[in-house]
């Protein structure tokens, strides 16, 4: 069967770390971007709106760019849209989850931090993972409101505010934390800052890897061939934004080693996306 195509989807810019790591395990595989923007950012937004917005724009863009698969690549997104998305399609879903099992395994000092978006920090499912694979260690838990628009605004040119980055990292140097899980798919895209920011942990760990050695495997197993376009075509297809088309992204895609046929903002023009819980 020819390179398999994956829709990859996330409220913003954050989950082309995700992107990246597939594009790397998988160089032949086409991508899709999905971004929606328009209601960036998700942790701000009602459960019932992000469900319902999530499964309107990744049917639209199955209609237009047919796909073999569809990872999520938002922790926030994932930690509600699951059920009912594996519900409405045939096609197999990756979602995506703060890495609390590999941290364990690698902590030395058992003390681990946690930084994440306010909303994937209360949800449940994350004491079931602490609960099921840390119970043994202290997990320190950083959930920042801001961060995520930092990162998008860097993504655009403007200048990270280290000094108020350094405060939100504050609580892991205090607990003497050793190991950081990065629980939204945005943060990677800094994590050189990061690391610099707080030199003294040994492990850094996000999620990006472990979901593209999960979409191979997948895929493998649906009979889909490595394919021998490599380098030839730019990996994604398309970017498509619910909202504008993010400044500063066409220079930004390069330095993640990616490229794309095509732009598209304001996207799908002519589906009304719920953009309120009464209009659902
Ligand atoms: N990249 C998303 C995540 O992993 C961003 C969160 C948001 O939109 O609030 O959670």
């Not at 032949?28 to 971004?35: F, G, P």
């Not at 199955?62 to 519900?87: E, H, W």
């Not at 009979?223 to 066409?250: C, Q, R, W």
Request: glycine share 8%.
């Amino acid at each position: 069967m020819n390179p398999p195509r994956i829709l990859v989807f996330d409220s913003g810019v954050g989950g082309l770390s995700v992107a990246q790591c597939i594009h790397r395990a998988l160089p032949s595989a086409r991508l899709v971007y999905l971004a929606d923007n328009a209601c960036f950012p998700y942790g701000d937004q009602p459960e019932e709106l992000v469900t319902a917005r999530c499964l309107q724009l990744i049917e639209a863009s199955l209609k237009v760019y047919p796909s073999q698969l569809i990872v999520v690549a938002c922790n926030t997104a994932s930690t509600v849209v699951l059920p009912d998305l594996r519900a409405s399609t045939h096609l197999p879903v990756v979602g995506v989850v703060p890495a609390i099992k590999p941290a364990a395994a690698v902590s030395e000092n058992r003390r681990i931090g946690l930084l994440a978006t306010p909303a994937t920090i209360r949800r449940a499912y994350l004491d079931r993972l602490v609960d099921e694979f840390a119970a043994d260690c202290q997990l320190h838990r950083v959930g920042h409101p801001a961060l995520v628009r930092w990162i998008e605004d860097w993504v655009a040119g403007r200048a990270l505010p280290e000094a108020e980055l350094a405060e939100v990292l504050a609580p892991f140097r205090e607990a003497q934390v050793d190991t950081v899980v990065l629980g939204c798919t945005h943060y990677p895209l800094i994590g050189q800052q990061l690391q610099g920011s707080l030199p003294e942990v040994r492990h850094w760990v996000d999620s990006g890897e472990a979901i593209a050695r999960r979409t191979a495997d997948l895929l493998d197993r649906a009979g889909y061939l490595p394919g021998d376009n490599h380098g030839k075509t730019p990996a994604l297809d398309a970017m498509l934004f619910s909202g504008k088309v993010p400044p500063g992204i066409e220079t930004f895609l390069p330095r993640l080693g990616l490229a794309t046929g095509c732009f598209r903002g304001d996207w799908p023009s002519e589906t009304v996306l719920p953009t309120a819980i009464g209009s659902i």
